[in-house]
């Protein structure tokens, strides 16, 4: 019964920025690795960045200097910062959570249900 909620997605001009939030609940012992995907229209969806539970990260190298992942262990949360947004940004964004619910229990992967990023021209 876990459940990932994201939130932040909207409509920005290019250049600006916005802030996506990702909330976990549910039965949870630990949580793993996080991630943001995204998939845009006629697109595979793609790993945009990841971090560790010690905070190691990872990003796409169309992001890299632009977006910043960050989380908070105590309250179930991730966050992708994104800076100098441009067209080729739009997507909906999804969280990803490596999870597991037990002690001793395996470890699946959780996704959110998306949040729409729209950068205007």
């Known amino acids: 019964q876990v459940q990932l909620v994201e939130s932040g997605g909207g409509l920005v001009q290019a250049g600006g920025s916005l802030t996506l939030s990702c909330a976990a609940s549910?039965?949870?012992?630990?949580?793993?690795?996080m991630g943001w995907y995204r998939q845009a229209p006629g697109k595979q969806r793609e790993l945009v960045s990841l971090i560790t539970r010690d905070a190691k990260t990872n990003y796409a190298d169309s992001v890299k200097g632009r977006f910043t992942i960050s989380r908070d262990n105590a309250k179930m949360l991730v966050y992708l910062q994104m800076n100098s947004l441009k067209p080729e940004d739009t997507a909906v964004y999804y969280c990803n959570a490596q999870i597991q619910q037990r002690i001793g229990s395996y470890i699946r992967g959780y996704w959110g249900q998306g949040t729409q990023v729209t950068v205007s021209s």
């Open positions: 549910g039965s949870i012992f630990r949580i793993n690795d």
